[in-house]
Nanobody, 115 residues
Framework: QVQLVESGGGLVQAGGSLRLSCAAS????????MGWYRQAPGLQRELVAS???????NYADSVKGRFTISKSNAKNTGYLQMNSLKPEDTAVYYC?????????WGQGTQVTVSS
């Protein structure tokens, strides 16, 4: 059974930092692409970042230079380091991982950035 368990969300001041984690089981991040999607009411839904099994990364323009996606293959866990947070980063963040013809989702974690 594939399971993605997210943690690390919370409330921070503008300019602060958070690190989200996505712990995977039943799927190997060594051979799968994973990343985060975020959604806020009234705002454009956005693919935030992704990382391939081989370690290649991609970022949304809105977070490039502030966020870093990484992973530990040994821990089978992905990480999203979020620095210089802005109020517009406020959203529910969902991690995901893909196999051919199948996508798995974490439960989501709320990130709130106050001004």
């Amino acid at each position: 059974q594939v399971q993605l368990v997210e943690s690390g969300g919370g409330l921070v001041q503008a300019g602060g930092s958070l690190r989200l984690s996505c712990a995977a089981s039943g799927i190997s991040l060594s051979f799968s692409t994973m990343g985060w999607y975020r959604q806020a009411p009234g705002l454009q839904r956005e693919l935030v970042a992704s990382i391939t099994g081989s370690g290649g990364t991609n970022y949304a323009d809105s977070v490039k230079g502030r966020f870093t996606i990484s992973k530990s293959n040994a821990k089978n866990t992905g990480y999203l380091q979020m620095n210089s947070l802005k109020p517009e980063d406020t959203a529910v963040y969902y991690c995901w991982a893909v196999r051919p013809s199948q996508t798995y989702w974490g439960q989501g974690t709320q990130v709130t950035v106050s001004s």
